[in-house]
């Protein structure tokens, strides 16, 4: 469904939500921030998680298509000094995992509505989650903390004995043996739908590997179900 809503010319806002998860830096804390409230001026809630009304700025996910993984920066306010405190104690909160998540205002929980009600809800509705790792931080004031996010791609010591490790990007050449689609045009690298074949494109993704293998075991070369490696 959500799919289907990227391809018109406006299917309404788009709401983005992030989750800062420390269990990978051996802390049992998840954090969630949006950077704005709800109808009722409150937290934003999507698939029955409240995510705090808390200044946060984020941008650079955009790839170039020049092969090179992105390296996004995150700021989350510091006014408090709580950020601040808790980034210090914790080596810069180095490793720790940020998840972006993306999904339209229409499809938010119904308590974020007057009378509680919103009949298009639906928390399955979201862009995949794209999931970061805190690299280094790059500025700590009064106002903010800012640091650097990577992909798991680029993490250190993501290894397995002859094969790199890689969580959510396909390593196989598309219409490669591996790969082993040898259909016709399905959809470009943003897992837009096309049927011209020159705009054919994998993204790499699993969205983009069930596109071309719906209902089907997937063949695809990377390793969804892997966490942090240390």
Not at 43 to 68: D, H, L, Q, S
Not at 72 to 98: C, E, F, M, Q
Request: aromatic content about 10%; proline content about 4%.
């Amino acid at each position: 469904m959500i799919t289907s809503d990227i391809q018109q010319a406006y299917a309404g806002k788009i709401v983005e939500l992030f989750e800062v998860d420390l269990t990978t830096i051996g802390i049992s804390e998840h954090y969630y921030f949006h950077n704005g409230v709800n109808e009722l001026g409150d937290n934003v809630v999507f698939n029955g998680i409240a995510y705090i009304r808390y200044p946060i700025e984020a941008g650079g996910f955009e790839r170039n298509g020049n092969g090179k993984q992105p390296r996004p920066t995150i700021k989350i306010a510091n006014a408090d000094g709580i950020i601040g405190t808790l980034s210090r104690a914790n080596n810069d909160l180095v490793k720790a995992k940020v998840i972006r998540r993306r999904t339209f205002m229409k499809y938010l929980d119904a308590v974020n509505f007057t009378g509680g009600v919103n009949p298009t809800a639906d928390p399955n509705a979201a862009l995949n989650d794209e999931i970061w790792y805190i690299d280094r931080k790059t500025s700590e004031n009064k106002i903010y903390v800012e640091w650097e996010l990577v992909s798991g791609l680029d993490l250190e010591n993501s290894y397995l004995p002859k094969r790199q490790c890689i969580q959510n990007v396909c390593v196989w050449k598309y219409r490669s043996a591996e790969c082993s689609y040898a259909g016709g045009a399905v959809a470009n690298k943003n897992d837009q739908i096309t049927s011209v074949l020159s705009e054919d494109d994998c993204g790499k993704r699993v969205s983009s590997c069930k596109l071309r293998f719906p209902n089907q075991t997937l063949p695809f070369g990377g390793f969804p179900a892997i966490t942090l490696i240390r």
